[in-house]
């Protein structure tokens, strides 16, 4: 069981890889434009929110108060874990309010692809690892 975790939780990370990487490709496109503030995930947070979910873990989120019993309880299936878009400000806004640093978000486009590769061979390793357990017992 422990095995479709990880395999769910690596999917996941994938799904979350490829947003990053359509943020960090839209920073870079809007580099001329006026006004524009670069984008980022809380990758990580997004990650630990649906590890939580998958292992039914306490989650660390605030309990809605309910003081009848005629209230209507809240369902957390109807709000899956998302990754949180936030403006990554940390850079000095150019004379045209822009905030995308070229070099920034080249260099997070290498990591994030680099990861995102990473994830896909595991992903196939441990598909590899399936394939020749049913292969052994189909020879036995």
């Known amino acids: 069981m422990e095995i479709n975790h ?4 690596m999917a996941k990370a994938l799904d979350y890889r490829a947003l990053r990487q359509d943020l960090i490709s839209s920073n870079i496109a809007n580099v001329d434009t006026p006004f524009y503030r670069s984008r ?6 997004a990650l630990v929110k649906e590890r939580e979910k998958l292992h039914n873990l306490p989650s660390k ?7 009848s019993p005629m209230h209507l309880q809240g369902n957390e299936n109807d709000f899956p ?3 949180e878009i936030f403006f990554r400000d940390g ?3 150019r004379n045209d309010g822009n905030t995308v640093d070229l070099d920034v978000e080249t260099t997070e486009m290498a990591k994030n692809g680099t990861m995102y590769n ?3 061979m595991a992903l196939k390793k441990n598909s590899m690892l399936f394939k020749s357990v049913i292969d ?3 020879k036995i």
């Open 6 to 9: 990880a395999h769910t939780l």
């Open 40 to 45: 980022d995930i809380l990758f990580e947070d």
């Open 61 to 67: 989120k605030l309990q809605m108060a309910v003081t």
């Open 81 to 83: 874990p998302k990754a």
């Open 91 to 93: 850079h000095m806004a």
């Open 118 to 120: 990473a994830l896909v």
């Open 136 to 138: 052994s017992s189909a």
